[in-house]
């Protein structure tokens, strides 16, 4: 089988002395560009709107908790059908799901009923899904460019950092969240906008593949292996990523928590490069048991100590891993793709979407019991301290 991501991989039309002479960063930093939107944008802006609508009065916490449970059923969905993209076409999928991601922010600064509200959501998470799994194949599929990985994964943790911070200044004149949602329509517009050309290219005129990091067998994951800690990191993460602006207002009146929610996404850019460097030197296995035990640490933190200190530790430390859990996890499943028949990647990001539809039921229904977040964040580090532990699963030579 070609050793690719998927199922249906490109062929770069490039020989010797014919390959287009292009900057080498234009491809990473169109694809980090629209991982910004479809993901920092599209998908994790919510988490910093939703105290915000919840404190106004615009959206109940139900309302807000099915919402997410939506956008991540969503994200299930479009891994569904990104598993069906032809690489070739992944440049206008990845285009299409720009359009969409801007679209569904810019309709939910109207005034709409919670029904409404959650299918917008669901419809945001589909582009979400499908702007991530396309936008891989392109960059490192279609485009060749493996040494990208790090910068491309880094646009998620840029595009939370960056709309936090929209909503922490928006918010400061108290304009409201209809305005708020404008606000971060026109900025993810603009990113857009950025990376719309460069992806736009023909696949034919894209650079010959780079060549990427071997990895022995013995540092190396199986594709079942990948795709259930994979799906483990999905509901470790995901409490924290849903949860901790609204965890931090109803605790610390006086912490602002768009600015620690900035830190979240501020810890994922650095990460990004840190975790594909410790891929680099120790191998898949080793590289995910210490991003998934730091992870689960992380989500543990604000379960162990309601202090400020404990919550912006939780930022820095899940934000500093959960991006990195993917910035190994996809380039890994590049060698893995040898031994499976599907696209592996669009498997993966669909066994990470069931876990973070899983994360906040569970978290409504412990809550509902409970009244605290405490019994999910426990469980939600056990998740990731089991996936870490299945990456103890060799590869068979």
Known sequence: MSDCLGTSCATPATAAGTEIDRPSWQEPVAAALALAVVMGFGRFAFTGMYPLMVQEGTMSVATGSLSASANYAGYLAGALLAAKVPARATSDWTRAALVGSVLCMLVLALSLPPAVFVALRFAAGVASAVGLVCASVWLLNVAGRHDGAP?????????????????????????????????????????????????????????????????????????????????????????????????????????????????????????????HAVHERLGTRRAMQWNLVVQALGVALPAIDHSAAAYLGSAILVGGTFVGTVTIAVPAARHAARS?????????????????????????????????????????????????????IRVQA
Do not use: K
């Open 151 to 275: 910068l491309f994964f880094a646009g998620v943790g840029t595009g939370i950092a960056v709309s936090a911070e929209l909503i922490a200044a928006g918010n400061a004149a108290q304009p409201g969240s209809s305005a708020l949602w404008l606000v971060l329509t026109l900025g993810a517009l603009v990113l857009a906008v950025l990376a719309w050309r460069p992806i736009r290219i023909p696949s034919a005129q894209a650079r010959g593949p780079a060549l990427a990091h071997q990895v022995s067998p013995r540092h190396a994951l199986g594709a079942w292996p990948l795709v259930a800690s994979y799906g483990l990191a999905g509901l470790g993460y995901i409490i924290t990523a849903t949860y901790l602006p609204l965890l931090i207002h109803g605790a610390l009146h006086d912490v602002n928590p768009l600015h620690i929610w900035a830190m979240f996404g501020l810890a994922a850019v650095p990460s990004c490069f840190l975790w």
């Open 340 to 392: 499976v028949r599907f696209n592996l990647v669009a498997a993966m990001t669909a066994s990470y979407g069931v876990g973070q539809i899983v994360g906040p039921l569970m978290t409504s229904t412990l809550m509902s019991h409970g009244g605290s977040f405490d019994g999910a964040m426990e469980i939600a580090s056990a998740a990731l301290l089991i996936a870490a532990a299945i990456c103890q």
